[in-house]
C-alpha cells in the first residue's frame, strides 16, 4: 500500500480485529499493532488478507503510517494496560493528533487522561462500543466523548462504522467532555445487568413455579419479542431457550448457575451511591450476579434450610401475561434511574447530554438495543427537562396500566419462595417515588436523638435545621452536617 491509512488501531482481540474489518469494509485503510507481533502477522495473513489493512510491528511503524492528524485507537485491557500505552504514544505524536480509548474504561480514568494528553498538546477520546463481537464487525454503538476538537476528525470513521437505525441514522454522536462517553457506556452496562437479570427471573418463576419446559418457555419469549419487549436480550433468549446439545437435552440446562461479571454493573451502581442516586434495580442485578458466585455456600444452605412448598393453582396463561407486565414495568423503572443518574452525572460535570440522543444511540447496535428506546427519545423530544421517566405522559400509563399484573407476580414469586429482587426493587422504588410521605422524618428524628445531626420541620421553611435536646441530658449543641 503506498497511501496512508486513516486510522491505526492496538490491539487484536475479537473487539480489535472486527473493528478493524468494520472500517475496512466502510472504505477506510487501517494499520494494525498488537504486543504480540504473531497477532499482527496472522491477522494479516488471515481475516485481513486482500484488504486495506497495513501491519506494523513497531509503534514508530505504527505512527509513520498514518494521515495527519494522526488517528489511533487502543483496544487493550482497561485500567494501567491503556496508561502505558498512552505514555509510549505521547512521545511519537505531534500536536493536534488524536489517541482514542475504546474499551471499557472506568470513566474518572477519562477525566484524568484527557487533561494529561491534553497537556501535551494532543487530543483525547473515551467511547464506549457496544454490540460485542457481531456489533463491532456489523456495526456497534459508539458513545465518544474526551475533546470536543477531535470530533470532527473520527466522526466520519465513527458514524460510518456504527449501526444505523430509522433508514439511517447512526447510532452514534457526540456524548460531551472528558469522560461523558464512557459514563453514558457504563450506564448502559448497568441497564443491561438489570435487563438481564429481570429476563432470569422471569425464566426462574416459569421454571421453578410454572414446571415450564425450556420449549415452553422459547414460545413466550418468541411471542415476548414480538410486542412491547421487542429487544436483543429478549431475542437471544428466546433462541437460547431452543437450543439443543447433541443429546437433545436444553443446552441451558446444562449451564453452571453461576455468573461473571467485568465490573461496569459494579461502577454504576458505586457512582450511584456516590451520587446519591436511588439505582435500585441495578443494584441488586449486580448483588444477584454475587449471590449467584456463592455455588457451593447455596447448594449446603439448600440441604439444611428450607422454605414454602411451591404450589401454583391460578390460570397459567393469565399468569404469564401478568409476567410480561412485571417485566415491562421493571424495565421502566431500570432505565428511569439509568437517566436519573446521567442527569446528576450532568450536574456534577457541567456535561450537556442530550438524554434523547443518548437512547438513540442505543437503539441499535448495542446489547440493550430494544423499540422502547424510541419511546425515551420521544419522552425527552416533548420534555428535555423532565427529571424522570415515570413522569412522562406515555411511561406514567404503562407503568400503571401495568401494577396490578406487577404486584401478582411480585407476591405470588415471594409466597412460595423464589427471589425476585430486581422486579421487586422497581416496584418498591416506583411505590417510593409516588409516595408523598415517607418514614423518613422518623429515620432523621433517630439521628438527631444518636447523633444531633438535625432535622428540617414541615411547619418552617426549607434550609432552617433544628435540634430537639430528646433526653435532657444533652446540650444545644448539634452536628453541622445534614445532608440530603
Sequence with gaps: ?????????????????????????????????????????????????????????????????????????????????????????????????????????????????????????????????????????????????????????????????????????????????????????????????????????????????????????????????????????????????????????????????????????????????????????????????CLSALKDERVAASKIITGPAKVFKSDLRAFVTDLREAVYASKIVSYAQGYALMRAAAQEFGWKLNYGGIALMWRGGCIIRSAFLGKIKEAFDANEDIPNLLLDPFFKTKVEKAQAGWRNVISTALSNGIPVPAMSSALCYFDGYRCENLPANLLQAQRDYFGAHTYERIDKPRGEFFHTNWTGRGGSTASTTYNV
Excluded at 14 to 25: P, T
Excluded at 63 to 91: E, F, Q, T
Excluded at 150 to 162: G, L, M, T
Excluded at 244 to 261: F, R, S
Aim: proline share 4%; hydrophobic share 40%.
Design 1 to 289: 500500500m503506498d497511501t496512508k491509512s486513516d486510522i491505526g488501531l492496538i490491539g487484536l482481540a475479537v473487539m480489535g480485529e472486527n473493528l478493524v474489518l468494520n472500517m475496512e469494509s466502510k472504505g477506510f485503510q487501517v494499520t494494525v499493532y498488537n504486543r504480540t507481533l504473531q497477532r499482527v502477522d496472522d491477522f494479516l495473513s488471515g481475516r485481513a488478507s486482500g484488504k486495506r489493512i497495513a501491519g506494523a510491528h513497531s509503534l514508530e511503524e505504527l505512527v509513520k503510517s498514518l494521515k495527519r492528524p494522526r488517528k489511533i485507537m487502543i483496544m487493550v485491557k482497561a485500567g494501567s494496560a491503556v496508561d502505558d500505552m498512552i505514555n509510549a504514544l505521547i512521545p511519537l505524536l505531534e500536536n493536534g493528533d488524536i489517541i482514542i480509548d475504546g474499551g471499557n474504561t472506568h470513566f474518572p480514568d477519562t477525566n484524568r487522561r484527557t487533561a494529561f494528553v491534553e497537556s501535551k498538546g494532543l487530543l483525547y477520546i473515551g467511547t464506549g462500543v457496544s454490540g460485542g463481537e457481531e456489533g463491532a464487525l456489523l456495526g456497534p454503538s459508539i458513545m465518544p466523548g474526551g475533546s470536543p476538537a477531535a470530533w470532527p476528525e473520527v466522526k466520519p470513521i465513527f458514524q460510518a462504522i456504527a449501526a444505523k437505525v430509522d433508514g439511517g441514522t447512526p447510532c452514534c454522536d457526540w456524548v460531551g467532555e472528558n469522560g461523558a462517553g464512557h459514563f453514558v457506556k457504563m450506564v448502559h452496562n448497568g441497564i443491561e445487568y438489570g435487563d438481564m437479570q429481570l429476563i432470569c427471573e422471569a425464566y426462574q418463576i416459569m421454571r421453578d413455579l410454572l414446571n415450564m419446559h425450556a420449549d415452553e418457555m422459547h414460545i413466550v419469549f418468541r411471542e415476548w419479542n414480538k410486542g412491547e419487549l421487542d429487544s436483543y436480550l429478549i431475542e437471544i433468549t428466546r433462541d437460547i431457550l431452543a437450543f439443543k446439545d447433541e443429546d437433545g437435552i436444553p443446552m441451558v440446562d446444562k449451564i453452571l448457575d453461576t455468573a461473571g461479571q467485568k465490573g461496569t454493573g459494579k461502577w454504576t451502581a458505586v457512582t450511584a451511591l456516590d451520587f446519591g442516586i436511588p439505582l435500585t434495580l441495578i443494584g441488586e442485578a449486580v448483588f444477584s450476579r
